[in-house]
């Protein structure tokens, strides 16, 4: 063959290939392939921003009941992200009376105080895993502090979720050690709820207890205890999984183009509006999982009822018939959409949390170690499901 054979063009998102740079094989399935099936692992994708942007905010025909990745099943948990309206609109409503933006504003000044306690731990030293250090402890400490999770616990809980997500090269059936991790993390919730039960704190879990909305008939609405439970569940996975993410891969951007580092270092105002171009960029989140509850037509190609689709976010946000130039990194680019936190009725309830937790660790990392290095021949990747662009060991040079 010649040198300009051009490979078949495949997409798995379990492969490590892909975790590593899926960029490349994204634009290939925009160009090529804007409806690409899988027949080996069952599902069809969307990849172009408009067609991701239709079918996040169409419920009706991409289910999320099904579950958000490809292989799960319908959960016996019930958590708003595999729910579709009206159960979704409902529970969204109870958690939303405790889980209010006056509470996550309230967390600055706790936030900034971890991060003051971690740059102490670091030290005097030359350098140090950012990973271990920062961003894997911030989001669970932080969650962990509003739900009044004990200290002593929320190393446990943080080991428990990464085990959970691990997926080995090209499977997406969870090995033994993350089923393992996610019976041991349900295990750990239940006596949590009850201690708050017992003795209501001023803390999150103690406000979902108490929260309420008027039925029609007059009658108060509560969570139930398996609601709970879930919602528990989820803030203290997907809310320490996908910000962690994202803080190792922003510290790695920022090093790789360090005219844009320059930039937030310079002028710390620049960093909230940034965090949006990074989560543009390369969300932690690169896809979402669906189910078409009918026979849909696009591109050409049919997708039959029942089918998984996933919503490729991560290829949708550098799609260059939305935006100008999206491989470029641009700290100022005047931004006012992306689909890194979702949209419609599944926008992230932890938006403004995440980036909160974000902007205050990168002004104290920014102010503290502007022209850090990044010794990347040691640095490490994830290799999970969904949530899979990111850092298991980041070693940085100060």
Same mark, same amino acid.
């Given at each position: 063959?010649?040198?300009?054979?051009?490979?078949?063009?495949?997409?798995?998102?379990?492969?490590?290939?892909?975790?590593?740079? !899926?960029?490349?094989?994204?634009? #290939? =399935? +925009? &160009?090529?392939?804007?409806?690409?099936?899988?027949? *080996?692992? $069952?599902?069809? @994708?969307?990849?172009?921003?408009?067609?991701?942007?239709?079918?996040?905010?169409?419920?009706?025909?991409?289910?999320?009941?099904?579950?958000?990745?490809?292989?799960?099943?319908?959960?016996?948990?019930?958590?708003?992200?595999?729910?579709?309206?009206?159960?979704?609109?409902?529970?969204?409503?109870?958690?939303?009376?405790?889980?209010?933006?006056?509470?996550?504003?309230?967390?600055?000044?706790?936030?900034?105080?971890?991060?003051?306690?971690?740059?102490?731990?670091?030290?005097?030293?030359?350098?140090?895993?950012?990973?271990?250090?920062?961003?894997?402890?911030?989001?669970?400490?932080?969650?962990?502090?509003?739900?009044?999770? !004990?200290?002593?616990?929320?190393? #446990? =809980? +943080? &080991?428990?979720?990464?085990?959970?997500?691990?997926? *080995?090269? $090209?499977?997406? @059936?969870?090995?033994?050690?993350?089923?393992?991790?996610?019976?041991?993390?349900?295990?750990?919730?239940?006596?949590?709820?009850?201690?708050?039960?017992?003795?209501?704190?001023?803390?999150?879990?103690?406000?979902?207890?108490?929260?309420?909305?008027?039925?029609?008939?007059?009658?108060?609405?509560?969570?139930?205890?398996?609601?709970?439970?879930?919602?528990?569940?989820?803030?203290?996975?997907?809310?320490?999984?996908?910000?962690?993410?994202?803080?190792?891969?922003?510290?790695?951007?920022?090093?790789?183009?360090?005219?844009?580092?320059?930039?937030?270092?310079?002028?710390?105002?620049?960093?909230?509006?940034?965090?949006?171009?990074?989560?543009?960029?390369?969300?932690?989140?690169?896809?979402?999982?669906?189910?078409?509850?009918?026979?849909?037509?696009?591109?050409?190609?049919?997708?039959?009822?029942?089918?998984?689709?996933?919503?490729?976010?991560?290829?949708?946000?550098?799609?260059?018939?939305?935006?100008?130039?999206?491989?470029?990194?641009?700290?100022?680019?005047?931004?006012?959409?992306?689909?890194?936190?979702?949209?419609?009725?599944?926008?992230?309830?932890?938006?403004?949390?995440?980036?909160?937790?974000?902007?205050?660790?990168?002004?104290?990392?920014?102010?503290?170690?502007?022209?850090?290095?990044?010794?990347?021949?040691?640095?490490?990747?994830?290799?999970?499901?969904?949530?899979?662009?990111?850092?298991?060991?980041?070693?940085?040079?100060?």
């Amino acid at each position: 063959m010649g040198q300009s054979a051009e490979r078949v063009l495949e997409y798995n998102p379990f492969s490590y290939d892909i975790h590593d740079d !899926p960029y490349p094989t994204y634009r #290939r =399935l +925009r &160009d090529e392939a804007p409806v690409y099936h899988n027949p *080996e692992l $069952g599902f069809f @994708t969307l990849s172009r921003w408009d067609d991701v942007w239709t079918a996040t905010r169409d419920w009706e025909t991409f289910s999320s009941a099904q579950g958000v990745t490809i292989e799960h099943g319908k959960s016996r948990i019930p958590m708003m992200i595999l729910m579709d309206p009206p159960d979704h609109a409902r529970l969204r409503g109870l958690v939303s009376r405790a889980f209010t933006p006056k509470r996550i504003a309230d967390m600055e000044p706790a936030i900034r105080e971890l991060m003051h306690q971690y740059a102490d731990a670091v030290g005097k030293a030359a350098e140090f895993d950012a990973v271990e250090a920062i961003a894997n402890r911030l989001p669970m400490d932080a969650i962990s502090t509003m739900l009044g999770v !004990p200290e002593g616990q929320r190393e #446990r =809980l +943080r &080991d428990l979720g990464n085990r959970m997500s691990f997926r *080995e090269p $090209g499977n997406p @059936t969870p090995p033994t050690s993350a089923r393992e991790a996610s019976r041991e993390f349900a295990a750990e919730i239940p006596p949590l709820i009850e201690a708050r039960r017992r003795e209501p704190q001023d803390d999150l879990i103690s406000a979902l207890l108490a929260a309420e909305v008027e039925r029609e008939d007059g009658q108060a609405d509560r969570l139930t205890p398996e609601e709970l439970f879930g919602f528990v569940q989820l803030l203290n996975f997907a809310g320490n999984e996908t910000t962690a993410k994202l803080l190792s891969t922003a510290l790695y951007w920022l090093w790789r183009y360090p005219e844009q580092r320059q930039i937030l270092a310079d002028e710390p105002a620049m960093i909230a509006p940034a965090i949006e171009e990074m989560l543009r960029y390369d969300t932690p989140s690169q896809y979402q999982g669906r189910v078409a509850t009918r026979d849909v037509e696009l591109h050409g190609v049919r997708i039959p009822e029942g089918s998984r689709v996933l919503l490729v976010t991560g290829a949708a946000n550098r799609d260059e018939r939305r935006f100008d130039d999206p491989d470029r990194l641009d700290v100022r680019r005047d931004l006012s959409t992306h689909l890194s936190f979702g949209w419609g009725h599944h926008l992230c309830l932890g938006k403004s949390l995440a980036r909160l937790e974000l902007r205050v660790a990168l002004e104290a990392i920014l102010s503290q170690w502007p022209e850090y290095e990044i010794e990347i021949e040691r640095a490490e990747r994830i290799h999970g499901g969904n949530v899979q662009r990111g850092f298991s060991k980041l070693p940085l040079r100060v």
